[in-house]
């Protein structure tokens, strides 16, 4: 993604995301283990903050500093719009498994927990990110 983007041309660094798909991974998994719709809810909140805002108040974001601090991580920056498209799927993703577990649809809740998980493992682990690759499909398609 060396082209810039035609929505918005903010940037973050793309490290810092990784950090955070990683920790979504951690909470995913503890919310699926636990089946606690709370947490589902919480994670939702994070992934809004950061789909509609600088990301400034997001817990996650701000974890995913100190680490890459503590690592001294170079900055490597990427559009943010696609990004910030991914983060508002995850808290889509997040938002639906908080709704399923609360009306005890529990298999669904997990399927979808299962595919949160694979979407940031994809991101933290591959620089894979799914829902930017479904942005940049759209932004081509219908020049956003």
Do not use: W
């Amino acid at each position: 993604m060396n082209n810039v983007c035609p929505v918005s041309k903010n940037r973050l660094d793309e490290n810092k995301a990784r950090i955070i798909a990683f920790f979504v991974i951690v909470i995913t998994g503890i919310n699926l283990y636990f089946n606690n719709y709370y947490i589902a809810g919480v994670l939702a909140l994070d992934f809004a903050v950061r789909a509609f805002s600088t990301g400034k108040l997001s817990l996650l974001k701000f974890f995913a500093v100190g680490v890459s601090k503590l690592f001294r991580l170079k900055v490597n920056p990427v559009n943010a719009a696609p990004k910030q498209f991914s983060a508002g799927m995850g808290m889509t993703f997040c938002l639906l498994i908080a709704v399923f577990q609360f009306t005890h649809y529990i298999i669904v809740a997990q399927c979808l927990g299962a595919m949160l998980i694979i979407c940031a493992f994809l991101e933290c682990a591959f620089r894979f990110c799914l829902g930017c690759k479904i942005y940049e499909c759209f932004s081509v398609r219908y020049r956003f």
